[in-house]
Antibody, heavy 119, light 107 residues
């Protein structure tokens, strides 16, 4: 059974940093691209970052480019999201998601972790 | 960026009705559209990939169609467990974008 378990969320002040983790199990982690997708309170879904299976390629929307960094440790089957220079508009539930083939669609999702950016 | 416009925003139906949810892309995207269901306080679930391809484990009452700019998610005979929010997502070009969602609610 595929499982994705996020951790590392919490309350952080604007301008500070936070690092999310996603522990994966139930599939060959190193064979699949992974992504982070977020959802602001009462809002829709927003793609945040994608990393290819080997970690050599990463992709971001302009809203987080230069501030967020996605990475992975295939030996530990763990995905990460380093978030720097956080803003209030980054407040959201962050989901870790597995790509089905290539880099999309996302066929498995974690339960999500809440990040609140506030002073 | 490709904008996906979903309509209607809310659809009120009674169980047993069949419904169609629309997703329109701001430019042609071939069949690079995927549909997700998100129940209240749950994570999204992939329903349909590449406009019309089924996903293992998803009930057969869910189907998708369309190409280019206009796409439809159809639910044949809505069941009580189907009341949730449905999102479309495009993978034609980066950045990947989602529609704002259609909420399917009980009339």
């Amino acid at each position: 059974e595929v499982q994705l378990v996020e951790s590392g969320g919490g309350l952080v002040q604007p301008g500070r940093s936070l690092k999310l983790s996603c522990a994966a199990s139930g599939f060959t982690f190193s064979s699949f691209a992974m992504a982070w997708v977020r959802q602001a309170p009462k809002k829709g879904l927003e793609w945040v970052a994608t990393i290819t299976s080997g970690g050599s390629n990463t992709y971001y929307p302009d809203s987080v480019k230069g501030r967020f960094t996605i990475s992975r440790d295939n030996a530990k089957s763990t995905l990460y999201l380093q978030m720097d220079s956080l803003r209030s508009e980054d407040t959201a539930t962050y989901y870790c998601a597995k790509a089905r083939r290539g880099t999309t669609p996302f066929d498995y999702w974690g339960q999500g972790v809440m990040v609140t950016v506030s002073s | 960026d490709i904008v996906l416009t979903q309509s209607p925003a809310t659809l009120s139906v009674t169980p047993g009705e069949s419904v169609s949810l629309s997703c329109r892309a701001s430019q042609g995207i071939s069949t690079s559209i995927h549909w997700y269901q998100q129940k209240s306080n749950e994570s999204p679930r992939l329903l349909i990939k590449y406009a019309s391809q089924s996903i293992s484990g998803i009930p057969s009452r869910f189907s998708g169609s369309g190409s280019g700019t206009d796409f439809t998610l159809s639910i044949n005979r809505v069941e009580s467990e189907d009341f949730s929010v449905y999102y479309c997502q495009q993978s034609y070009s980066l950045p990947y974008t989602f529609g704002a969602g259609t909420k399917l609610e009980l009339k």
